[in-house]
Protein backbone atom coordinates (compact mmCIF):
# COMPACT_ATOMS: atom_id res chain seq x y z
CA UNK A 1 0.00 0.00 0.00
CA UNK A 2 1.15 3.34 -0.89
CA UNK A 3 -0.47 6.27 0.39
CA UNK A 4 0.26 9.64 -0.43
CA UNK A 5 0.44 13.06 1.28
CA UNK A 6 -3.15 14.70 -0.29
CA UNK A 7 -3.58 18.08 -0.18
CA UNK A 8 -6.65 18.34 -1.48
CA UNK A 9 -9.00 21.37 -0.40
CA UNK A 10 -12.18 18.90 -0.38
CA UNK A 11 -12.85 16.01 -0.19
CA UNK A 12 -9.32 15.84 1.49
CA UNK A 13 -7.33 13.68 4.09
CA UNK A 14 -8.91 11.35 6.79
CA UNK A 15 -7.49 10.26 9.30
CA UNK A 16 -5.78 6.92 8.46
CA UNK A 17 -6.95 5.08 11.63
CA UNK A 18 -10.49 6.20 10.51
CA UNK A 19 -10.10 4.32 7.35
CA UNK A 20 -8.76 1.75 9.02
CA UNK A 21 -11.41 1.22 11.34
CA UNK A 22 -14.13 1.85 8.52
CA UNK A 23 -12.74 -1.27 6.35
CA UNK A 24 -12.65 -3.51 9.38
CA UNK A 25 -16.10 -2.80 10.21
CA UNK A 26 -17.54 -2.87 6.73
CA UNK A 27 -18.94 -6.02 6.52
CA UNK A 28 -20.05 -6.14 10.29
CA UNK A 29 -21.00 -3.06 11.69
CA UNK A 30 -21.11 -3.85 15.44
CA UNK A 31 -21.83 -7.40 15.46
CA UNK A 32 -25.10 -6.60 13.08
CA UNK A 33 -23.79 -9.05 10.21
CA UNK A 34 -24.43 -5.98 7.69
CA UNK A 35 -22.76 -2.62 6.79
CA UNK A 36 -24.02 0.58 8.12
CA UNK A 37 -24.15 0.83 4.51
CA UNK A 38 -26.78 -1.95 4.49
CA UNK A 39 -29.17 -0.87 7.53
CA UNK A 40 -32.05 1.09 8.27
CA UNK A 41 -31.56 4.64 9.68
CA UNK A 42 -34.46 3.66 11.83
CA UNK A 43 -32.52 0.61 13.39
CA UNK A 44 -31.03 0.82 17.14
CA UNK A 45 -27.67 0.16 15.74
CA UNK A 46 -28.00 3.74 13.60
CA UNK A 47 -29.82 5.54 16.54
CA UNK A 48 -26.70 4.94 18.68
CA UNK A 49 -24.23 6.12 15.66
CA UNK A 50 -26.00 9.44 15.15
CA UNK A 51 -26.99 9.90 19.12
CA UNK A 52 -22.98 9.43 20.12
CA UNK A 53 -21.88 11.33 17.09
CA UNK A 54 -23.99 14.11 18.32
CA UNK A 55 -22.53 13.49 22.06
CA UNK A 56 -19.26 13.71 20.71
CA UNK A 57 -19.36 16.67 18.45
CA UNK A 58 -21.02 18.65 21.91
CA UNK A 59 -17.83 17.68 23.68
CA UNK A 60 -15.96 18.28 21.14
CA UNK A 61 -16.89 22.15 20.64
CA UNK A 62 -18.57 22.39 23.89
CA UNK A 63 -21.87 22.88 22.79
CA UNK A 64 -24.30 24.76 24.85
CA UNK A 65 -27.87 22.85 25.50
CA UNK A 66 -29.94 25.54 23.90
CA UNK A 67 -27.89 24.74 20.47
CA UNK A 68 -29.21 21.80 18.00
CA UNK A 69 -26.99 20.01 16.50
CA UNK A 70 -28.52 19.17 12.53
CA UNK A 71 -27.07 16.32 9.98
CA UNK A 72 -28.41 17.90 7.13
CA UNK A 73 -27.67 17.14 3.15
CA UNK A 74 -27.49 19.33 0.30
CA UNK A 75 -24.13 20.67 1.06
CA UNK A 76 -22.92 24.17 3.00
CA UNK A 77 -24.15 25.28 -0.71
CA UNK A 78 -27.45 24.28 0.52
CA UNK A 79 -27.67 25.98 3.91
CA UNK A 80 -26.74 29.33 1.34
CA UNK A 81 -30.59 29.06 0.95
CA UNK A 82 -31.85 27.85 4.45
CA UNK A 83 -29.99 30.57 6.17
CA UNK A 84 -32.21 33.07 5.11
CA UNK A 85 -35.43 31.26 4.49
CA UNK A 86 -35.02 30.39 8.55
CA UNK A 87 -34.10 33.57 9.73
CA UNK A 88 -35.79 35.81 7.74
CA UNK A 89 -37.95 38.28 9.70
CA UNK A 90 -37.19 41.78 8.43
CA UNK A 91 -35.86 40.77 5.11
CA UNK A 92 -32.84 42.34 5.20
CA UNK A 93 -29.21 40.83 6.47
CA UNK A 94 -26.11 42.28 6.49
CA UNK A 95 -23.22 39.78 4.11
CA UNK A 96 -19.61 40.44 4.71
CA UNK A 97 -17.98 39.30 1.14
CA UNK A 98 -14.42 36.92 1.63
CA UNK A 99 -14.43 34.92 -1.38
CA UNK A 100 -16.28 33.17 -3.59
CA UNK A 101 -18.45 31.20 -0.74
CA UNK A 102 -19.48 33.87 0.60
CA UNK A 103 -20.33 35.67 -2.76
CA UNK A 104 -22.13 32.36 -3.64
CA UNK A 105 -24.13 32.70 -0.34
CA UNK A 106 -25.23 36.74 -0.14
CA UNK A 107 -26.81 35.49 -4.23
CA UNK A 108 -28.26 32.83 -2.75
CA UNK A 109 -29.90 35.02 0.06
CA UNK A 110 -31.09 37.73 -2.26
CA UNK A 111 -33.57 35.25 -4.01
CA UNK A 112 -35.38 35.93 -0.50
CA UNK A 113 -34.48 39.77 1.14
CA UNK A 114 -31.92 42.03 0.99
CA UNK A 115 -28.96 40.91 1.28
CA UNK A 116 -26.81 43.90 1.63
CA UNK A 117 -22.69 43.85 1.34
CA UNK A 118 -21.20 45.56 4.13
CA UNK A 119 -17.78 44.88 3.19
CA UNK A 120 -15.42 43.22 0.87
CA UNK A 121 -12.18 42.48 0.06
CA UNK A 122 -12.74 42.13 -3.52
CA UNK A 123 -10.85 45.02 -4.33
CA UNK A 124 -7.24 42.92 -3.56
CA UNK A 125 -8.68 39.18 -4.92
CA UNK A 126 -9.70 38.74 -1.43
CA UNK A 127 -6.33 38.71 -0.31
CA UNK A 128 -7.01 39.73 3.23
CA UNK A 129 -9.93 40.11 5.83
CA UNK A 130 -11.54 43.76 5.95
CA UNK A 131 -11.60 45.28 9.31
CA UNK A 132 -15.17 44.91 10.51
CA UNK A 133 -14.80 46.41 13.83
CA UNK A 134 -17.03 49.43 12.89
CA UNK A 135 -19.54 48.19 10.43
CA UNK A 136 -22.12 49.73 8.86
CA UNK A 137 -24.62 47.47 9.56
CA UNK A 138 -28.68 48.03 8.89
CA UNK A 139 -30.54 48.18 12.28
CA UNK A 140 -33.00 46.20 11.06
CA UNK A 141 -30.71 43.60 9.85
CA UNK A 142 -31.87 39.71 10.69
CA UNK A 143 -28.39 38.71 10.43
CA UNK A 144 -24.99 39.26 9.88
CA UNK A 145 -23.26 36.62 7.54
CA UNK A 146 -19.34 36.05 7.43
CA UNK A 147 -17.38 32.71 5.66
CA UNK A 148 -14.98 32.51 8.49
CA UNK A 149 -12.10 30.41 6.47
CA UNK A 150 -11.54 31.15 3.04
CA UNK A 151 -10.92 27.78 1.43
CA UNK A 152 -10.26 29.31 -2.13
CA UNK A 153 -8.01 32.60 -0.76
CA UNK A 154 -6.49 31.12 2.59
CA UNK A 155 -7.78 33.80 4.50
CA UNK A 156 -9.04 33.33 8.06
CA UNK A 157 -11.08 35.78 10.66
CA UNK A 158 -8.84 36.04 13.35
CA UNK A 159 -11.72 38.17 15.88
CA UNK A 160 -14.77 37.96 14.77
CA UNK A 161 -17.16 40.56 13.43
CA UNK A 162 -18.44 43.23 15.26
CA UNK A 163 -22.03 42.77 14.43
CA UNK A 164 -23.28 45.16 16.38
CA UNK A 165 -25.74 42.83 18.74
CA UNK A 166 -27.30 41.14 15.65
CA UNK A 167 -26.53 37.26 14.96
CA UNK A 168 -23.65 36.04 13.80
CA UNK A 169 -24.12 33.34 11.23
CA UNK A 170 -20.96 31.57 10.25
CA UNK A 171 -19.45 28.99 7.10
CA UNK A 172 -17.00 27.15 8.71
CA UNK A 173 -16.86 24.45 6.66
CA UNK A 174 -12.85 25.07 5.97
CA UNK A 175 -12.09 25.35 9.11
CA UNK A 176 -15.16 23.07 11.48
CA UNK A 177 -12.85 21.33 14.86
CA UNK A 178 -9.69 22.99 13.75
CA UNK A 179 -9.41 24.53 16.77
CA UNK A 180 -11.72 25.86 19.80
CA UNK A 181 -14.80 28.04 19.50
CA UNK A 182 -16.83 29.80 22.03
CA UNK A 183 -20.20 28.46 20.00
CA UNK A 184 -22.07 30.67 22.49
CA UNK A 185 -20.98 33.88 20.35
CA UNK A 186 -22.84 32.59 17.29
CA UNK A 187 -26.66 32.18 16.42
CA UNK A 188 -25.86 29.29 13.52
CA UNK A 189 -22.72 27.62 12.55
CA UNK A 190 -22.24 25.35 9.60
CA UNK A 191 -19.94 23.68 7.63
CA UNK A 192 -19.68 20.79 5.13
CA UNK A 193 -17.71 18.26 6.76
CA UNK A 194 -16.00 17.04 3.32
CA UNK A 195 -12.73 19.59 3.91
CA UNK A 196 -11.82 18.79 7.75
CA UNK A 197 -14.12 16.41 9.38
CA UNK A 198 -15.33 13.70 6.84
CA UNK A 199 -16.63 12.21 3.58
CA UNK A 200 -18.54 14.37 1.29
CA UNK A 201 -22.75 14.72 1.37
CA UNK A 202 -23.04 16.13 4.75
CA UNK A 203 -23.31 19.38 6.35
CA UNK A 204 -23.72 20.28 10.42
CA UNK A 205 -25.42 22.68 11.41
CA UNK A 206 -25.53 24.10 14.90
CA UNK A 207 -28.49 26.22 15.28
CA UNK A 208 -29.63 28.27 18.36
CA UNK A 209 -32.47 26.77 19.33
CA UNK A 210 -34.69 30.21 19.63
CA UNK A 211 -33.82 30.73 15.34
CA UNK A 212 -35.11 27.54 14.63
CA UNK A 213 -38.65 28.85 13.78
CA UNK A 214 -42.14 27.78 12.86
CA UNK A 215 -42.82 30.97 11.16
CA UNK A 216 -40.93 30.80 7.96
CA UNK A 217 -41.93 31.86 4.69
CA UNK A 218 -45.16 29.28 3.61
CA UNK A 219 -42.90 28.49 0.06
CA UNK A 220 -39.86 26.97 2.33
CA UNK A 221 -39.04 23.92 1.26
CA UNK A 222 -40.02 21.04 4.04
CA UNK A 223 -36.68 20.15 3.90
CA UNK A 224 -34.47 23.29 4.38
CA UNK A 225 -36.91 24.45 7.17
CA UNK A 226 -34.94 23.50 10.07
CA UNK A 227 -37.64 23.08 12.19
CA UNK A 228 -38.61 20.05 9.99
CA UNK A 229 -35.14 19.12 10.76
CA UNK A 230 -34.81 19.38 14.51
CA UNK A 231 -38.36 18.07 15.15
CA UNK A 232 -37.19 14.89 13.49
CA UNK A 233 -33.72 14.41 15.17
CA UNK A 234 -32.36 14.92 11.70
CA UNK A 235 -34.16 11.73 10.72
CA UNK A 236 -37.41 13.52 8.85
CA UNK A 237 -36.29 10.98 5.65
CA UNK A 238 -33.37 9.47 4.95
CA UNK A 239 -30.08 11.03 6.34
CA UNK A 240 -26.74 9.98 4.72
CA UNK A 241 -26.15 7.66 7.11
CA UNK A 242 -22.18 6.78 6.12
CA UNK A 243 -21.18 10.13 6.40
CA UNK A 244 -22.74 10.36 9.97
CA UNK A 245 -20.92 7.03 10.81
CA UNK A 246 -17.78 8.45 9.40
CA UNK A 247 -17.85 11.68 10.96
CA UNK A 248 -18.39 10.07 14.51
CA UNK A 249 -15.67 7.87 13.65
CA UNK A 250 -13.58 11.24 13.33
CA UNK A 251 -15.20 12.44 16.69
CA UNK A 252 -13.69 9.93 18.06
CA UNK A 253 -10.51 10.02 16.64
CA UNK A 254 -10.49 14.10 17.99
CA UNK A 255 -10.90 13.08 21.28
CA UNK A 256 -8.57 10.52 21.41
CA UNK A 257 -5.77 12.83 19.64
CA UNK A 258 -6.45 15.28 22.98
CA UNK A 259 -9.61 17.66 21.65
CA UNK A 260 -9.51 20.57 19.57
CA UNK A 261 -7.26 22.53 21.97
CA UNK A 262 -4.45 19.90 20.58
CA UNK A 263 -5.71 20.12 16.96
CA UNK A 264 -5.06 23.59 17.18
CA UNK A 265 -1.74 23.52 18.45
CA UNK A 266 -0.59 21.14 15.78
CA UNK A 267 -2.15 23.13 13.39
CA UNK A 268 -0.47 26.15 14.38
CA UNK A 269 3.06 24.60 14.24
CA UNK A 270 1.63 22.62 10.80
CA UNK A 271 1.26 25.96 9.15
CA UNK A 272 4.39 27.43 10.76
CA UNK A 273 6.69 25.02 8.66
CA UNK A 274 4.74 26.39 5.51
CA UNK A 275 4.66 29.93 6.48
CA UNK A 276 7.97 30.04 7.48
CA UNK A 277 9.83 28.54 4.44
CA UNK A 278 7.04 30.72 2.41
CA UNK A 279 8.89 33.94 4.05
CA UNK A 280 11.84 33.23 3.51
CA UNK A 281 11.92 31.66 -0.24
CA UNK A 282 12.92 33.85 -2.87
CA UNK A 283 10.78 31.40 -5.53
CA UNK A 284 7.70 30.46 -3.69
CA UNK A 285 5.32 33.49 -2.14
CA UNK A 286 1.89 33.40 -0.10
CA UNK A 287 -0.68 35.58 -1.63
CA UNK A 288 -2.49 36.27 1.70
CA UNK A 289 -1.87 39.88 4.13
CA UNK A 290 0.00 37.88 6.62
CA UNK A 291 -2.04 38.30 9.85
CA UNK A 292 -5.23 36.72 7.50
CA UNK A 293 -3.39 33.69 7.11
CA UNK A 294 -5.59 30.51 7.32
CA UNK A 295 -4.26 27.79 9.36
CA UNK A 296 -5.37 25.07 6.77
CA UNK A 297 -5.68 26.16 3.35
CA UNK A 298 -2.08 27.66 2.27
CA UNK A 299 -1.97 29.17 -1.40
CA UNK A 300 1.01 30.53 -3.10
CA UNK A 301 2.51 31.35 -6.42
CA UNK A 302 6.05 31.61 -7.85
CA UNK A 303 4.76 34.48 -10.37
CA UNK A 304 5.42 32.17 -13.49
CA UNK A 305 2.83 29.66 -14.93
CA UNK A 306 5.35 27.43 -16.48
CA UNK A 307 7.21 27.11 -13.43
CA UNK A 308 3.80 26.72 -11.06
CA UNK A 309 3.14 23.67 -13.50
CA UNK A 310 6.48 21.86 -13.53
CA UNK A 311 6.24 22.13 -9.50
CA UNK A 312 3.16 20.94 -9.56
CA UNK A 313 3.37 17.94 -12.21
CA UNK A 314 7.09 16.72 -9.91
CA UNK A 315 5.21 17.29 -6.78
CA UNK A 316 2.78 14.97 -7.91
CA UNK A 317 5.78 12.44 -8.89
CA UNK A 318 7.06 13.11 -5.48
CA UNK A 319 3.71 11.80 -3.80
CA UNK A 320 2.47 15.58 -2.85
CA UNK A 321 -0.71 15.29 -4.49
CA UNK A 322 -3.91 17.85 -5.25
CA UNK A 323 -1.69 20.81 -4.88
CA UNK A 324 -2.91 23.02 -7.89
CA UNK A 325 -4.32 26.31 -6.59
CA UNK A 326 -8.21 27.03 -7.30
CA UNK A 327 -8.13 28.62 -11.25
CA UNK A 328 -9.52 32.27 -9.40
CA UNK A 329 -6.28 32.47 -8.01
CA UNK A 330 -3.83 29.87 -9.91
CA UNK A 331 -0.66 28.78 -8.45
CA UNK A 332 -0.84 26.30 -5.71
CA UNK A 333 -2.73 25.36 -2.69
CA UNK A 334 -1.43 23.20 -0.10
CA UNK A 335 -4.75 22.59 2.37
CA UNK A 336 -3.16 20.98 5.44
CA UNK A 337 -6.15 20.27 7.49
CA UNK A 338 -6.60 17.86 10.88
CA UNK A 339 -5.72 14.44 9.62
CA UNK A 340 -2.84 15.83 7.66
CA UNK A 341 0.52 15.10 9.88
CA UNK A 342 3.58 17.63 10.14
CA UNK A 343 5.63 15.05 8.29
CA UNK A 344 3.51 15.77 5.06
CA UNK A 345 4.28 19.53 5.70
CA UNK A 346 7.82 19.21 6.36
CA UNK A 347 8.13 16.35 3.26
CA UNK A 348 6.48 19.64 1.23
CA UNK A 349 8.56 22.03 1.97
CA UNK A 350 11.56 19.85 1.64
CA UNK A 351 10.74 19.58 -1.88
CA UNK A 352 9.76 22.94 -2.49
CA UNK A 353 13.34 23.65 -1.17
CA UNK A 354 14.93 21.52 -3.43
CA UNK A 355 12.95 22.35 -6.25
CA UNK A 356 13.89 25.88 -5.69
CA UNK A 357 17.09 25.38 -5.21
CA UNK A 358 17.45 23.05 -8.81
CA UNK A 359 15.01 26.05 -10.69
CA UNK A 360 16.29 29.60 -9.34
CA UNK A 361 17.79 31.05 -12.25
C1 LIG B 1 -16.46 23.81 -0.07
C2 LIG B 1 -17.13 24.95 0.59
C3 LIG B 1 -18.50 25.22 0.42
C4 LIG B 1 -19.38 24.38 -0.49
O1 LIG B 1 -19.60 23.16 0.09
P1 LIG B 1 -20.58 22.10 -0.53
O2 LIG B 1 -20.74 21.12 0.58
O3 LIG B 1 -19.91 21.53 -1.73
O4 LIG B 1 -21.85 22.78 -0.88
C5 LIG B 1 -19.05 26.26 1.08
N1 LIG B 1 -18.31 27.05 1.90
C6 LIG B 1 -17.01 26.82 2.08
C7 LIG B 1 -16.23 27.71 3.00
C8 LIG B 1 -16.37 25.78 1.44
O5 LIG B 1 -15.06 25.56 1.63
Redesign the pocket.
Known amino acids: MSRVYNFS??PAVLPEEVLKQAAAEMLDFNGTGMSINEMSHRSKAFDNVIETAEKDIRDLMNIPDNYKVLFLQ???????AAVPLNLMQNKKAAYIVT?Q??K??QQEASKYLDAQIVASSADQTFSYIPDCSDLDIPEDADYVYI??????YGTKFKTLPNTKGKILVS????CFLSEPVDVSKYGVIY?????NVGP??L?ISIIREDLIRDDVPDFTPTMLKWKTQADNGSLYNTPNCWAIYMCGLVFKWLKAQGGLEEMQKRNIAKAKVLYDYLDSSKMFKGTVRPEDRSLMNVPFVTGDDDLNAKFIAEATAAGLVSLKGHRTVGGMRASIYNAMPIEGVQKLVDFMDTFEKANLK
Do not use: L, P, R, Y
Not at 74 to 80: H, K, L, N, V
Not at 147 to 152: M, P, Q, R
Not at 191 to 195: C, D, E, I, R, S
Open positions: AGGGASQQFGWAKACENNTIDVSSGGVQKAGV
